[in-house]
């Protein structure tokens, strides 16, 4: 018996299907349980009606007939209600903007990262991503610090006689997007500086060669090829500012309402767990959209190149 | 002129990256309880954060949580990537990947209080919310960062070495562990210091799954600072910085004796190159 038990566990077809099921399965698990089943909760709770405090089923069945019950109150209240559709404009002007900064200010930074003398390089970058390591709730509050009324950039201009009362710049849009550009601004550089970095420099030369401009060459040649970087970086800047929480709450003013902090309102000060559901599943529906143009144009590339 | 140009652009921007974090270092010694008004050089907020209990609480707390989400999710992540990798065909592939990808897009707001419905709506499994619920949540997080970082390392490895320990009649299991695991060693330090600090630091979803009695560090110094500007935010913050620096020099001296090291070895090993006949003559038969 026990012979046969043994043979059992080491039959290879069985270890390899055994084996091969638990490494795929064991994360996949995970992920299901504690990732998507929360989600599609968080969709039944959107569309549950409520009695009371108790959220009805919803599917019923009664006398031989079945009912689907969808409430859709909450959904059309986010399409029409001013205040929702204002929200949302905002958050998508401001990710838009914040990734626009990143852009002008990274692009030039990354280029001539990678154009640095090569033994520079290593240091550079260790120098862009270092920040990450400390905590960026730190670096957020840090901000406070410079932009307050009584802060250090008021106190030095008042120092120096550039201005005698101080300007209000916390609170405001500015300094949200201040905050934004500046937490953001590593993720536009990393993958232009990877893309950057691996072209092909005979290219320039070429193009130098054949008589064109510098600014030229950078148009036609330089832009182009990194492309890839330019749209990665830009979806790493516009996605997750587009739900942003911290740097609302800690640098922007009342007017500055973004999604994000919406949803935490809705649920933290009006207790209001379907609002808030729905708010999540139409952020869900926003972040998709500019997911799907990376992933297309990601496939068209693959296709392009043949791989 | 365009390198001039280039290089006060570069300096511009580390400034801008490094002069909060500057800032947020001067003013913790300053002595004023107004934390922009320089009045003069103290330490009395380094001696008050070590009565402070709020924050010595939290970190403990915060560490705690760091410690067990890194090391679940780099052995999330290591099986994770190794689907990715080596197991190109089954179903339900695309969706593990969507599975993979999704918490790295998914604001933190979503994936916050998604998971505490679900927690809520399963009370008798999870019990109240507290170090558990948090470190599903940070779990659920960090295993997508610890399977990217590992992914990069696998796709780059030289898959013959495992073919020749296979050949050589190891078991799958020794494989493994003899060959694959000290390849891929330095990603899985990199991935667990990784998640290590995003767990750390991690805000949105602590604030959605702490209970009463959990209160992370990043819940206690981010309640302090909408309140405004207070020094003790300022302490640990360069408390962070000195210790996050210190081992990034320790760590890069020891990324570069290692280099080193095996530079010499490399070196050596060229410099007696032993004939090895009988590799030879079995290739020739």
């Known amino acids: 018996m026990m012979k046969r038990i043994e043979n059992f566990w080491h039959s290879p ?10 490494v795929i399965g064991i994360p996949y698990i995970f992920l299901i349980l504690f990732f998507s089943l929360p989600f599609l909760i968080v969709f039944k709770l959107s569309i549950s009606d409520t009695e009371g405090i108790r959220f009805k089923d919803l599917f019923d069945y009664i006398d031989g007939v079945a009912i689907l019950r969808v ?12 205040l929702y559709v204002y929200t949302y404009w905002y958050s998508i002007k401001l990710a838009a903007l914040n990734t626009v900064i990143c852009l002008i200010v990274g692009y030039p930074f990354a280029y001539f990262m990678a154009r640095a003398p090569a033994t520079w390089r290593p240091t550079l970058l260790m120098l862009v991503t270092l920040p990450f390591w400390t905590s960026y709730l730190l670096r957020v509050y840090a901000w406070k610090g410079l932009l307050d009324d009584n802060g250090v950039i008021n106190n030095f201009l008042i120092w120096a006689h550039v201005i005698d009362s101080p300007i209000k710049m916390m609170y405001t849009s500015f300094s949200m997007m201040v905050g934004l550009v500046y937490t953001y601004l590593p993720f536009m550089i990393l993958p232009l500086y990877s893309t950057l970095v691996k072209m092909n420099l005979t290219l320039l030369e070429a193009a130098s060669d054949l008589g064109a401009r510098p600014l030229t060459t950078f ?12 749209i990665a970086g830009s979806m790493l800047v516009f996605i997750p500012s587009l739900g942003e929480y911290v740097i609302p709450e800690l640098l922007g003013g009342p007017e500055t309402q973004m999604i994000g902090r919406t949803l935490w309102n809705e649920f933290f000060s009006n207790n209001d767990w379907t609002m808030a559901s729905a708010v999540a599943v139409s952020m869900v529906v926003l972040i998709l959209i500019p997911l799907a143009v990376f992933n297309k144009y990601q496939a068209d590339s693959g296709a392009a190149k043949g791989t | 002129m365009r390198n001039r140009f280039g290089l006060t652009w570069l300096i511009c921007g580390y400034a801008f990256l490094y002069l909060p974090i500057l800032t947020l270092i001067v003013f913790s010694f300053n002595e004023s309880k107004l934390a922009s008004l320089w009045t003069h050089f103290s330490l009395k907020w380094y001696a008050a954060i070590l009565d402070d209990t709020e924050i010595i609480d939290g970190f403990l707390v915060s560490v705690k949580i760091a410690l067990m ?13 190794f689907v990715m990798v080596r197991y190109t065909r089954f179903r339900g592939r695309a969706l593990f990947i969507a599975h993979i990808n999704a918490p790295l897009v998914v604001p933190e707001v979503i994936t916050g209080l998604s998971l505490l419905l679900f927690f809520v709506s399963c009370d008798q499994f999870f019990g109240r919310r507290g170090l558990l619920t948090i470190w599903i949540g940070h779990t659920s997080i960090c295993t997508s960062y610890a399977a990217v970082v590992i992914q990069s390392r696998l796709v780059g490895m030289d898959k013959s070495l495992e073919e020749a320990a296979m050949d050589l009649g190891c078991k799958p299991f020794q494989v493994f562990y003899l060959v694959t695991l000290p390849l891929i060693a330095q990603s899985l330090v990199s991935a667990w210091l990784l998640t290590f600090t995003i767990s750390l630091d991690d805000v949105v979803t602590s604030a959605f799954l702490s209970g009463p009695g959990t209160t992370t560090l990043p819940l206690v110094l981010f309640s302090r600072a909408r309140l405004g500007l207070n020094p003790s935010v300022n302490v640990v913050a360069t408390i962070t910085v000195a210790v ?35 590799v030879e003559a079995a290739i020739a038969a």
């Not at chain 2, 890069?252 to 090993?269: D, V």
Request: avoid cysteine; proline fraction near 5%.
């Open chain 1, 13 to 22: 077809a069985l270890r390899k299907g055994w084996g091969k099921r638990s």
């Open chain 1, 71 to 82: 409430r859709v109150s909450n959904y059309l209240f986010l399409m029409t209600d001013s």
């Open chain 1, 219 to 230: 148009w036609l040649i330089t832009v182009p090829l990194s492309k890839a970087g330019i």
């Open chain 2, 69 to 81: 989400s890194a090391s679940a999710s780099v052995i999330l992540g290591t099986l994770a990537a």
């Open chain 2, 244 to 278: 996050v620096g210190l081992g990034v020099l320790l760590g890069s001296l020891w990324l570069a004796r290692q280099e080193r090291r095996r530079a010499e070895e490399q070196a050596a090993a060229y410099r007696n190159p032993k004939p090895e006949p009988d």
